[in-house]
């Protein structure tokens, strides 16, 4: 296979790792542990940390089993280059430690995963302000907007709710305003969805999900897309300021998020994510098949109140699902009716395994409100849609025969 050839999403992906030599004829790349990098020649050490030259400084800012996932992950979003952080809300904190300061404005989705809502709010009271809005229509992040304003940032499709952000329109309207447009791909993936083709500036996702999908590594990326101008923003040191334009944003980001902040990525569980990754297409597939039947199914009953899901009609944002994604994903919740106890629902599933990982190749259910939203506090809850019996499903590659089954049995009991 050569560069030259534009190959499928899946076939790009595994043979990644021999685009560039590899030791040994391996066709993965090898777990290198070594986080100490030696030269024959000072002057090259000296090369390689001042920019000059690439190479490994230390293991902190790069590795060489990182660096080959950074190109498959970039590859997967089509970017012009890729970071790896040790989990995907380190990736998002990477932005806030590389390219925010104090007095900075931040406009943010209401509808957020918890743990991202969580770090917003604390970020907030650091002397960055961040206005949470209904980016589901874009005249409400337009007239959020301050001249401030230095980073957009949307979820493609809202965690546990499922609601889609006006994607395409917001990345006009940063593009506009030379403003950082940062997407969260984590619910789509690239293989659903590419947020480069709405002019997302960064596209972070969170690589424990689906892309790795076995749930047994943690880990995060931010990618570069290079439709944003650099030269144009306010937040670049100096010191960064070398090479062409295009690379001075990541330069900043790998300096200041993985050298002083120190959220690296470790070798063993990049080795995991990679050879994860391979199958992602074969699972996604199966798993959001089996989504888009459970749904299904789940909204034709009477003993549920409400099932949200963008592969549904009824769901608010379904057209604007099937015009931007391949397929509608495979995280769904429900809400049950009053008189059903939602943990004794959870309690008599056979085969969704009470956890709060994503992505994963087994089903995962949880009830949402008494778990990962549970510190927010009833009042920032009801803000965000989140009810009391609310369960979040992410489904999994068994057979959809057995799920369905599973699902109906747990409200018959």
Not at 325 to 346: K, P, V
């Amino acid at each position: 296979m050569t560069e030259k050839k534009q190959y499928g999403f899946t076939t790009t992906i595994l043979h990644s790792d021999r685009q560039k030599p590899i030791e040994h004829g391996s066709l993965h790349k090898p777990i290198h542990t070594s986080v100490t990098f030696g030269y024959n020649d000072a002057r090259e050490l000296a090369s390689v940390f001042q920019g000059k030259q690439p190479g490994y400084r230390y293991g902190r800012q790069g590795n060489p089993t990182v660096s080959a996932l950074e190109d498959k992950v970039n590859r997967m979003e089509d970017g012009q280059s890729t970071i790896c952080f040790a989990t995907g809300m380190a990736a998002i904190a990477a932005l806030t430690q590389a390219l925010l300061r104090e007095g900075d404005h931040v406009v943010s989705s209401s509808f957020l995963f918890g743990n991202t809502n969580s770090l917003w709010q604390t970020i907030n009271g650091q002397g960055i302000k961040v206005d949470f809005v209904d980016a589901t229509n874009v005249a409400n992040v337009e007239a959020a907007l301050t001249p401030a304003t230095r980073i957009v940032f949307v979820e493609t499709i809202a965690n546990p709710r499922t609601q889609i952000a006006d994607l395409a329109r917001i990345g006009a309207l940063c593009r506009a305003r030379g403003i950082v447009y940062v997407v969260d791909n984590t619910m789509t993936s690239p293989y659903l969805f590419r947020p480069k083709t709405v002019g997302a500036s960064l596209v972070v996702n969170a690589l424990t999900k689906s892309i790795s999908g076995h749930g047994h590594a943690l880990g995060g990326s931010l990618t570069d897309t290079g439709e944003y101008d650099w030269s144009a923003y306010p937040n670049i040191y100096e010191n960064y300021k070398k090479g062409a334009p295009a690379q001075w944003g990541m330069t900043q980001i790998r300096a200041k998020a993985l050298r002083d902040f120190g959220a690296s990525l470790g070798p063993e569980a990049t080795h995991h994510i990679a050879v994860g990754a391979e199958t992602i297409a074969l699972r996604l597939d199966r798993e959001c098949a089996s989504a888009l039947a459970i749904a299904h199914m789940l909204e034709a009953d009477p003993r549920v109140a409400a099932v949200h899901y963008p592969g549904l009609e009824s769901h608010p944002q379904h057209a604007l699902a099937k015009d931007l994604f391949r397929a509608y994903g495979s995280l769904f919740s429900f809400e049950l009716h009053d008189g059903i106890d939602c943990f004794d629902y959870l309690n008599r599933l056979k085969l969704g395994v009470s956890a709060s990982n994503l992505g994963d190749t087994r089903t995962l259910v949880i009830p949402v409100a008494h778990t990962i939203f549970f510190e927010m506090g009833a009042e920032r809850r009801a803000a965000m849609g989140i009810a009391e019996s609310l369960i979040r499903v992410s489904v999994g590659i068994e057979d959809t025969a057995d799920l369905l089954a599973d699902f109906a049995q747990a409200l018959d009991a």
